[in-house]
C-alpha cells in the first residue's frame, strides 16, 4: 500500500520536472509584461509580435523547406539504396551499413564541421543549398535502416517471379516490391522530416548567408535573453506537437484493426 | 541491371558527404599551413595541443559532467522504467507517451525553458522571495548546465529501459520468487542482469549528446565554460584555427566510436539495430 503511493509520488514528481518548464514558458506567453516577474495581466501581445518578427517568420519558411526537400530527397535516395543493398553480397552489405550508420553514431558536431569543411574547401557558399545537402546527408541512414527490414521480410524470390512473368525490371519494382515496402518508406520519410524539423547543431555549421532555420533563430535570439516571442512560439509548437501525436495515435489504431 | 544501379546515388551520396568529409578533417588534423610559402606541411602539434594543459582540462570537465548526467538519469529514469513498465496497459500507453512528449518539443526550447525559470527574475527566485528566503543565482553555474543535461536526456534513458523492461518474461521473476528469493534478491538477480542491454543503451544514449553539447553550456552558463563542444564550435567559428579544432573532432570521433563498439559488445547487442531501436 505505501509501495503503491511512493510509485505514485515518484511518478507525478518525474511529469511535474518535465512539464514544469512547458507549463513555465505556456503561461509567460500570456503575460502582460517583458519579463517573467511577475503577472501583469492576459495578453495576445506576444503572438501578435511572433507573426510580425520577419526574422521567425522566415526561419520557420526555411525551415519547413529544408525539411519537405531534404525528407523527399533523401527517402527517395535512401529507398533505392535499400534496394539495393538487399540485393549486395554479404560482405558489402556490412561494409555499407557499417559507413551508413556513421552519422547516426557520429555527435552531431563532428557531422556538422566536417561538412563545413568539405563545403568550405570545395569553394561552395554556404546557405540553403549546403543545409538541404547536410539535412538529406543524416536523414539517408535513417530511410535506408527503416525500408531495409521491409526488404528482408519480403517473401524471397518476390522479385524474380516478377520478372519470369515478364515484367520488366522497374514494372516489377514498382508493382511488386513497391507495396511491399511502404510502411517502411512512409516511417522512413516520417522520421527523416521529424530530425530535419528539429536539427540545430548541423545546420548551424552549415549555414550562412541570412539563412536559418528555427532552431537557429530561437539560438541567437535566446543568447541575447529571454523574449516574450520565443515563449508564444514555444506555446504554438507545443500545442502543434500535441495535435500531431493524436492524429499519429488515431492513425496506428485504424491500421491496427 | 536495377538491382545494381538501384543503390548508386547513395553510394556516390555517402562517399561525398559522409566518407570524405571525415577524411579531410582526419588530414587538416595531421597538417599546418606554412606561413611563409603557404604550403601544407604534416605535424603532430595539432594532436599535441588536444591533451595539452588548458585543453586537457577542457577533456576532462566535460567527461565529468557527463558521466554526472548519466549517473543522475540512470538512478532517477530506472525507477521510472520500472513503474511504467509494471502499469496497468490502459494507463501504460498514455503514461509512455507524455513522457515522450517533451523529447519532441524543439530542443533549443527546452533548453530555453529552464533559462526563465533559472535566472535572477526568473520563477524560482519568485518562489524563493514568496516564502521570504534570499534570492540566489542558479543560472550560469556547472549545476544549470547539469540540470539542463539531465532534463533533455532523461527519456533516452528511460525508453531503452523500459522497452526491455515490459518485454521481460514475468514468469522469470515469478519463478525467482516461488523459489525463495525476496523482492530485493529477485531484482539484483533476476531483473537487473536482464535489463542491462537496455541500461547499456541508455547511457550510451545519454552520455553521447551530453559529453559534445555545446547549446546547452552556451545557454545556461555562457560564453566562459568550456565543454569540448563550445571548444571546438570556438575554433572553427571564432578563433578561426580549423587545424586544431579538426584534430579535437576527431578524437571526440574517435572516443565516441570506442565507446559505442566497446557499449554494444558489453549488451551483446546487434550493431546493426544500434541507435535505431529507440523508434
Given at each position: 500500500m505505501v509501495n503503491k503511493w511512493i510509485k505514485r509520488i515518484y511518478t507525478a514528481m518525474m511529469f511535474i520536472f518535465l512539464y514544469a518548464p512547458i507549463a513555465v514558458l505556456i503561461v509567460f506567453s500570456f503575460n502582460?509584461?517583458?519579463?517573467?516577474?511577475?503577472?501583469?495581466g492576459f495578453t495576445f501581445e506576444w503572438y501578435q509580435a511572433l507573426f510580425d518578427n520577419s526574422y521567425i517568420m522566415k526561419s520557420l519558411y526555411y525551415t519547413i523547406l529544408v525539411a519537405l526537400v531534404s525528407a523527399a530527397l533523401a527517402t527517395l535516395i535512401g529507398t533505392f539504396a535499400a534496394f539495393g543493398i538487399y540485393y549486395m553480397k554479404v560482405w558489402k552489405q556490412k561494409l555499407v551499413l557499417n559507413v551508413n550508420s556513421i552519422p547516426m553514431l557520429n555527435p552531431d558536431i563532428v557531422t556538422g564541421v566536417s561538412l563545413m569543411t568539405l563545403f568550405v574547401a570545395m569553394n561552395i557558399q554556404l546557405g540553403l543549398m549546403t543545409m538541404i545537402i547536410a539535412h538529406v546527408t543524416f536523414n539517408i541512414p535513417y530511410v535506408v535502416l527503416s525500408v531495409l527490414p521491409k526488404f528482408r521480410q519480403m517473401p524471397g524470390e518476390l522479385m524474380e517471379a516478377a520478372l519470369d512473368l515478364g515484367a520488366t525490371p522497374w514494372y516489377a519494382f514498382k508493382k511488386v516490391i513497391l507495396p511491399e515496402i511502404k510502411p517502411g518508406i512512409i516511417t522512413g520519410a516520417l522520421i527523416a522530416f521529424t530530425l530535419s524539423i528539429d536539427d540545430f547543431v548541423i545546420s548551424f555549421f552549415t549555414t550562412g548567408s541570412g539563412v536559418s532555420n528555427l532552431s537557429i533563430a530561437i539560438y541567437s535570439m535566446a543568447r541575447r535573453g529571454i523574449k516574450p516571442e520565443i515563449n508564444a512560439l514555444s506555446t504554438l509548437m507545443f500545442g502543434s506537437v500535441l495535435v500531431l501525436l493524436l492524429i499519429i495515435n488515431k492513425r496506428t489504431k485504424i491500421e491496427d484493426i | 541491371m536495377l538491382k545494381k544501379i538501384a543503390s548508386g546515388p547513395y553510394l556516390v551520396w555517402i562517399l561525398l558527404f559522409i566518407l570524405i568529409p571525415i577524411l579531410m578533417i582526419a588530414f587538416f588534423g595531421m597538417v599546418r599551413i606554412?606561413?611563409?610559402?603557404?604550403n601544407y606541411f604534416f605535424t603532430s602539434d595539432n594532436f599535441k595541443r588536444v591533451f595539452e594543459g588548458v585543453y586537457l582540462s577542457v577533456w576532462t570537465r566535460s567527461i565529468f559532467i557527463a558521466l554526472k548526467a548519466t549517473f543522475i538519469c540512470l538512478v532517477l529514469g530506472y525507477p521510472m522504467a520500472m513503474i511504467l513498465s509494471r502499469m496497468d496497459v490502459k494507463y501504460r500507453t498514455i503514461a509512455v507517451m507524455l513522457f515522450v512528449v517533451p523529447m519532441w518539443m524543439n530542443f533549443l526550447l527546452r533548453t530555453y525553458a529552464w533559462m526563465t525559470i533559472l535566472g535572477k527574475n526568473g520563477v524560482l527566485n519568485k518562489i524563493l522571495t514568496f516564502f521570504g528566503l534570499p534570492q540566489m543565482t542558479f543560472l550560469y553555474s556547472e549545476g544549470a548546465v547539469l540540470l539542463g543535461m539531465v532534463y533533455n536526456f532523461l527519456p533516452f534513458m528511460v525508453l531503452p529501459i523500459y522497452t526491455v523492461l515490459s518485454k521481460m518474461d514475468n514468469g522469470l521473476i515469478e519463478a525467482a520468487e516461488d523459489l525463495g528469493a525476496n523482492k530485493f534478491n529477485s531484482f539484483r538477480k533476476v531483473i537487473l542482469p536482464l535489463s542491462i542491454p537496455g541500461i547499456v543503451s541508455g547511457i550510451s544514449m545519454v552520455f553521447m549528446p551530453a559529453v559534445s553539447t555545446f547549446v546547452i553550456s552556451n545557454l545556461?552558463?555562457?560564453?566562459?565554460y568550456m565543454l569540448i563542444g563550445n571548444l571546438i564550435e570556438q575554433q572553427f567559428?571564432?578563433?578561426?584555427?580549423w587545424h586544431f579544432g579538426s584534430a579535437i573532432s576527431i578524437i571526440l570521433m574517435i572516443i565516441i566510436l570506442l565507446t559505442m563498439a566497446i557499449m554494444n559488445h558489453l549488451s551483446g547487442n546487434?550493431?546493426?539495430d544500434g541507435g535505431a531501436n529507440l523508434w
Open positions: 502582460d509584461s517583458k519579463s517573467t516577474a511577475k503577472w501583469e | 606554412d606561413p611563409e610559402t603557404g545556461l552558463y555562457g560564453g566562459q567559428l571564432v578563433v578561426n584555427d546487434d550493431p546493426e
